[in-house]
């Protein structure tokens, strides 16, 4: 099972850090402030990669709105916006609560500066499992409280509302997988078992007040490197679910927290392409 653990890492890139002595190639992603006006194509893989011609989602629309807009990272490919743009649709037409939008990716995709490892090619978005029932004053402060108590246990906050959000953002075919906490796994697995999308939640670290929601590689997008298909008759609920409930966990949970904050974030080797693309003007 260790080697699941390395394995899911690598393909995840979906840790959050906190480090010091960063690449300066992170402040140069960060800097760019517009997406080039190239075909739209994601470059590389989920964890190593570029946008050409990216789109920006619309800061507000129906059924949902973006939040953290000072970080500029509502940019994706249009397979994400198109997807993103349905979900809100779905949310709406059912009556629900807005969702809020967190990260998607910079303008032209890249490593961030801060937090994830991911995002970078305009195929992942982080989703907040808080509802919003109107559009908030200050976007930047948009509460984002807990509904997991140390990955195993759901919260009394859980309920409905969370539920139907992370149902309705499976269903789409462009998603390839979504990350939540082991404890949101393990309650879809004791309540829907049978539910044709449950083989693509996947368990994580770090997501107790949110979803990642990561799609397939478009068809249009050759450079593209797509994460390994599910299989979907395999819901994931038995040994690789209870690993995340065993002591090897939990020794891993401690190893990343007792973990020295002063190790530097290391910048990944990006394709060639995507260095034309970050200097484009």
Same mark, same amino acid.
């Given at each position: 099972?260790?080697?699941?653990f390395?394995l899911?890492?690598?393909?995840?890139?979906?840790?959050?850090q906190?480090?010091k002595? &960063?690449? !300066?190639?992170? #402040?140069?992603? *960060?800097a760019?402030k517009?997406?080039?006006?190239?075909?739209? *194509?994601?470059?590389?893989?989920?964890?190593?990669?570029?946008?050409?011609?990216?789109?920006?989602?619309p800061?507000?629309?129906p059924?949902?709105?973006? /939040?953290?807009?000072q970080?500029?990272?509502?940019?994706g490919?249009?397979?994400?916006?198109?997807?993103?743009l349905?979900l809100?649709?779905?949310?709406k037409?059912?009556?629900?609560p807005?969702?809020a939008? #967190?990260?998607?990716?910079?303008?032209?995709?890249?490593?961030? &500066?801060?937090?994830h490892?991911?995002?970078?090619?305009?195929?992942?978005?982080?989703?907040?499992?808080?509802?919003?029932?109107?559009?908030?004053?200050?976007?930047?402060n948009v509460?984002? !409280?807990?509904?997991?108590?140390?990955?195993? #246990?759901?919260?009394t906050?859980?309920?409905?509302?969370?539920?139907?959000?992370?149902e &309705?953002? $499976?269903q789409s075919d462009?998603?390839?997988?979504?990350?939540?906490?082991? *404890?949101?796994?393990?309650f879809f697995?004791?309540?829907?078992?049978? $539910? !044709?999308?449950?083989?693509?939640?996947?368990?994580?670290w770090?997501?107790?007040?949110?979803?990642?929601?990561?799609?397939?590689?478009?068809?249009?997008?050759?450079?593209c /490197?797509?994460? !390994?298909?599910?299989?979907?008759?395999?819901?994931?609920?038995? $040994?690789?679910?209870?690993w995340?409930?065993? *002591?090897e966990?939990?020794?891993?949970?401690?190893?990343?927290?007792?973990?020295?904050?002063?190790?530097?974030?290391?910048?990944? /080797?990006?394709?060639?392409?995507? #260095?034309n693309?970050?200097?484009q003007?």
């Amino acid at each position: 099972m260790k080697r699941i653990f390395i394995l899911v890492l690598f393909i995840c890139g979906c840790v959050s850090q906190t480090k010091k002595e &960063l690449s !300066p190639e992170f #402040e140069k992603w *960060a800097a760019i402030k517009s997406p080039t006006l190239g075909e739209p *194509a994601s470059i590389g893989t989920y964890q190593a990669g570029c946008i050409d011609g990216a789109q920006s989602l619309p800061l507000e629309g129906p059924g949902f709105y973006v /939040v953290n807009r000072q970080r500029l990272r509502y940019f994706g490919h249009p397979s994400m916006m198109a997807y993103l743009l349905d979900l809100g649709q779905k949310i709406k037409q059912k009556k629900y609560p807005m969702m809020a939008v #967190e990260d998607i990716s910079y303008p032209r995709g890249g490593p961030f &500066l801060t937090g994830h490892n991911s995002h970078q090619i305009g195929l992942d978005v982080d989703i907040s499992l808080t509802p919003l029932k109107s559009a908030p004053q200050d976007d930047a402060n948009v509460p984002a !409280p807990s509904y997991v108590r140390e990955r195993k #246990e759901l919260l009394t906050n859980w309920g409905k509302e969370q539920a139907q959000l992370v149902e &309705l953002a $499976a269903q789409s075919d462009l998603v390839n997988r979504i990350f939540v906490a082991p *404890a949101i796994k393990k309650f879809f697995c004791s309540t829907q078992p049978t $539910a !044709p999308w449950l083989y693509k939640i996947r368990p994580w670290w770090g997501h107790d007040d949110h979803i990642h929601v990561r799609l397939n590689c478009p068809a249009s997008s050759p450079e593209c /490197v797509n994460q !390994p298909a599910l299989d979907p008759a395999e819901n994931n609920c038995g $040994a690789q679910l209870d690993w995340w409930y065993s *002591a090897e966990a939990d020794a891993e949970a401690k190893k990343m927290a007792d973990e020295p904050a002063t190790v530097p974030k290391s910048f990944p /080797v990006l394709p060639a392409k995507c #260095e034309n693309i970050k200097v484009q003007k």
